[in-house]
Nanobody, 124 residues
Framework: QVQLVESGGGLVQAGGSLRLSCAAS????????MGWFRQAPGKEREFVAA????????YYTDSVKGRFTISRDNAKKTVYLQMNSLKPEDTAVYYC?????????????????WGQGTQVTVSS
């Protein structure tokens, strides 16, 4: 079955950087828009960023604009999230997801496949 496997999470000090990766298998990766979501303890899952299948279009939630960059490598079937200037409020489990829709979407329930998540902890 389809697998999305995230990696790259960890513990970092405020102001630091991390690069998350999400590798897909058994998925026609280039046919899917890809998104990153996060869920902090006691909070609902929230949209972070999305990238179109061709990487022409990207979209970010306001709180990460200018700090996070989503990218993808269709040959490697991998999507990335470069996170700079990290803040304690960025602490969460980060999930990647795949969406077969034409346009970029921000609602998690509209995505077709999900990874298991990777923990990001930002200390103050």
């Amino acid at each position: 079955q389809v697998q999305l496997v995230e990696s790259g999470g960890g513990l970092v000090q405020a102001g630091g950087s991390l690069r998350l990766s999400c590798a897909a298998s058994r998925l026609t990766f280039s046919s899917y828009n890809m998104g990153w979501f996060r869920q902090a303890p006691g909070k609902e899952r929230e949209f972070v960023a999305a990238i179109s299948r061709s990487a022409i279009s990207t979209y970010y939630t306001d709180s990460v604009k200018g700090r996070f960059t989503i990218s993808r490598d269709n040959a490697k079937k991998t999507v990335y999230l470069q996170m700079n200037s990290l803040k304690p409020e960025d602490t969460a489990v980060y999930y990647c997801a795949a969406d077969l829709a034409v346009s970029l979407r921000t609602m998690g329930h509209e995505y077709d496949y999900w990874g298991q998540g990777t923990q990001v902890t930002v200390s103050s």
